[in-house]
């Protein structure tokens, strides 16, 4: 666990800070249980009594929350990012999934750039690390592992990025993708050549990065989007395509 020992005139401060900063940073995710108080004080080295109080100060501001027999959580500060009228409204019109293509494409792109130059060694080794259970996955013919990785490999794209305000964002974002708002992901898993091309794309990705080409990174994920949004389009043409070919056949049905 990604915790350390605390020395402050007042710890419970300094254990509030250093939550805060590992929520900040990304590194406790929302819905992440934390270890036990005694564990905790433990590898904080602070005393239970200051720890109870920084728990405590940060569940007042909503950064945690306590279920009762369960432990202390992550509170989901995710959940607020969109209201949920215009949550249903996005899953609704096809317009809303090619502007957030278009959004992922921008932002990533400059993600995958800023990652090729700040990201430390080890951020280069989660990312590749990520890369390589995607391609276990894909020998498995599983969608909905492949899916879950894709979103985790963009995302630890974007935590390499070390912007926080981008990985927050971001992170919403991915929230509702994988909740199937925008789109359903398996969709884009349904076909042997898409699957194949879809790995390659996060292998060029991935090559880029750990080989720190700044310019290739982000030209590597815009390629990757726009083969998306032209998947997406034939994909929904397909559908209305078929709409028409029903009438069609109902029609001769009556002739």
């Known amino acids: 666990m990604p915790f ?7 710890l419970s401060h300094g254990v509030v800070r250093q939550i805060e900063g590992l929520i900040l940073r990304g590194i406790l995710r929302p819905g992440e249980r934390l270890p036990s108080e005694r564990e905790l004080s433990e590898r904080m080295s602070v005393s239970r ?39 249903a409204l996005f ?23 800023r ?4 990201a430390s060694d080890t951020d280069l080794q989660v ?6 259970k995607m391609e276990a996955a894909h020998q498995k013919r599983n969608p909905a592992d492949e899916a879950h990785l894709d979103a985790d490999f963009h ?5 390499a990025s070390h912007n926080i305000i981008m990985l927050h964002m971001m992170r919403s974002m991915y929230e509702l993708l994988r909740e199937g708002v925008f789109y359903n992901r398996t969709i884009m898993f349904k076909q042997r050549m898409t699957r194949d091309a879809l790995l390659e794309h996060h292998r060029i ?29 034939d994909h929904k043409k397909s559908e209305r395509n078929e709409v028409f070919a029903q009438k069609r056949l109902e029609h001769e049905g009556w002739r």
């Not at 020992?5 to 007042?10: A, D, L």
């Not at 369960?70 to 995710?78: I, P, R, S």
């Not at 990652?115 to 700040?118: G, L, V």
Request: with cysteine; proline share 3%; hydrophobic share 45%.
């Open 115 to 118: 990652a090729a130059r700040c």
């Open 49 to 87: 009594p200051s720890l109870r109080e920084a728990l405590s100060e940060l569940q007042e501001r909503g950064l945690l929350a306590s279920k009762a027999g369960a432990g202390v959580y992550v509170a989901d500060v995710l959940g607020s990012a969109f209201a949920p009228a215009l949550v």
């Open 205 to 233: 990705i991935n090559t880029a990065l750990q080989n720190r080409d700044a310019a290739g990174a982000r030209k590597a994920v815009e390629t990757h989007l726009n083969f998306v949004e032209a998947s997406l389009s």
């Open 127 to 132: 990312i590749n690390a990520i890369f390589q």
């Open 4 to 10: 350390e020992p605390v020395s402050q005139e007042k």
């Open 155 to 159: 995302l630890s794209i974007i935590e």
């Open 91 to 113: 899953s609704t019109h096809d317009e809303a999934v090619f502007d957030y293509i278009s959004f992922r494409r921008d932002m990533e792109g400059l993600a995958a750039e």
